[in-house]
């Protein structure tokens, strides 16, 4: 419980440094929330959050069908007394007839099947929980009158590989390199057909490369937990690519700041934001910090990179969400990762439980080229 507890406390603390305003805290407080993916990486922060807001009077129902981890266990989703945990499907109308029997009047659908080389292996089952999912809670989602329908978004799902930097809002690619990218961009224009032809409020929010507590680690998961997890087991740090290539790593609870805003603020309607640090940090930065605070005496080692995996940098302009929706990190990369640091010794045995690297998949085991 003491776990529970430090991570309500983080979000309690990163919302007093926030200072919403009176109008913000009296919109959400009493209301009836949707958070679909409430028990991953993101959602399971976001939920904490909402529960705060919403109060004593209101509710946060997480539908999610736990097919991230391994057990059906929802350990990350927190026993707070206003969040209600439904083991369920974004594609089973059964399941979405159950949560919308509540009639949430927000909507935040985080659920996707998670992420790049997860759709490589797996295309199919990736549209089929990205579109067509996400097509099923649009319409449950009209047919309910939704006020407002936020959806997760991906930057490295707009914008191709070798656009002009930093990121902007307008410009977009057709030259995607995996199914999740082609997913996310898909759901953005579903978002947008819904807003255009039954002006359902929604809203997209392109997140950029999250970290923070909450993310376990996985083969399909993201490099930072990955990083963290190789260098406790005192394992060498495997860099797929030069180590130059940068990416804009974004604290969780900035990305949770940026769904509140975007579920408050009429300018978010029918618009499409980048939630981002607006920094950029190389991979051998990353990874020369990791080993540094994890003191891991293994080596770094470069492997082939993955044929996907064609963004030299990642940088997105986050001055479209700052000017419409007041939206500004407060947290520092290096903040950031000790919180996330943090996190990991004290679910360490859980973490080691749940990580997951099976051997011989695609994305896991992978030879490397050399090491320095
Ligand atoms: N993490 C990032 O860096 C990042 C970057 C860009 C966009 N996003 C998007 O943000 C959202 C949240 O990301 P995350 O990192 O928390 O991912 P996550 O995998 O940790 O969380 C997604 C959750 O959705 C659940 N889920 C999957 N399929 C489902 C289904 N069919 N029905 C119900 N639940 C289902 C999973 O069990 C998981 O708990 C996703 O939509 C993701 O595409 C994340």
Redesign the pocket.
């Given at each position: 419980m003491r776990n529970v507890e430090k991570r309500v406390e983080l979000v309690e603390k990163y919302l007093q440094r926030l200072q919403l305003d009176k109008d913000m805290l009296s919109y959400y407080n009493g209301r009836i929330i949707l958070v679909?993916?409430g028990?991953?990486?993101?959602?399971s922060n976001l939920i904490i959050a909402l529960s705060k807001l919403v109060g004593e009077r209101g509710r946060v129902i997480v539908?999610?069908?736990?097919?991230?981890?391994r057990i059906k266990d929802p350990w990350n989703v927190a026993p707070l007394p206003n969040i209600l945990f439904v083991l369920?499907?974004?594609?089973s109308d059964i399941d979405l007839k159950r949560v919308f029997k509540e009639k949430p009047s927000i909507i935040f659908h985080?659920?996707?099947?998670?992420?790049n080389q997860n759709s490589v292996d797996y295309p199919e089952v990736s549209a089929d929980?990205d579109i067509i999912?996400h097509i099923r809670l649009l319409e449950y989602a009209r047919l309910g009158g939704v006020e407002r329908f936020v959806y997760?978004?991906?930057?490295?799902a707009i914008y191709g590989s070798y656009p002009q930097l930093p990121l902007k809002e307008e410009f977009i690619s057709m030259h995607l390199t995996t199914p999740y990218q082609i997913n996310?961009m898909t759901g953005e224009m579903y978002c947008n057909f819904y807003y255009h032809n039954y002006s359902l409020p929604i809203v997209n929010c392109r997140?950029?490369?999250?970290y923070g507590p909450g993310?376990v680690p996985g083969q399909y998961r993201?490099v930072i937990p990955n990083f963290i997890y190789w260098a406790i087991e005192k394992r060498s740090l495997p860099i797929t690519g030069t180590g130059d290539e940068t990416r804009d790593f974004t604290f969780v609870l900035d990305l949770v700041q940026g769904l509140l805003k975007a579920g408050y603020y009429k300018e978010a309607v029918g618009e499409n934001f980048n939630l981002a640090a607006g920094k950029e940090v190389s991979i051998k930065e990353l990874a020369t910090m990791v080993n540094e605070v994890t003191k891991n005496p293994s080596q770094i080692v470069f492997t082939e990179r993955r044929k996907w995996d064609t963004k030299p940098r990642l940088l997105a302009s986050i001055e479209k969400a700052s000017r419409l929706i007041h939206y500004t990190p407060l947290i520092e990369f290096r903040e950031g990762f000790q919180y996330t640091i943090e996190w990991f010794h004290d679910n360490w045995d859980k973490i080691k439980l749940l990580a997951d690297f099976p051997p011989g998949m695609s994305s896991a085991v992978r030879t490397p080229v050399h090491s320095r």
């Open positions: 679909t993916g028990a991953g990486a993101i959602g539908l999610d069908n736990l097919s991230s981890i369920g499907d974004v594609r985080l659920a996707a099947f998670f992420a929980v999912g997760a978004s991906s930057g490295c996310k997140f950029f490369n999250s993310e993201n």
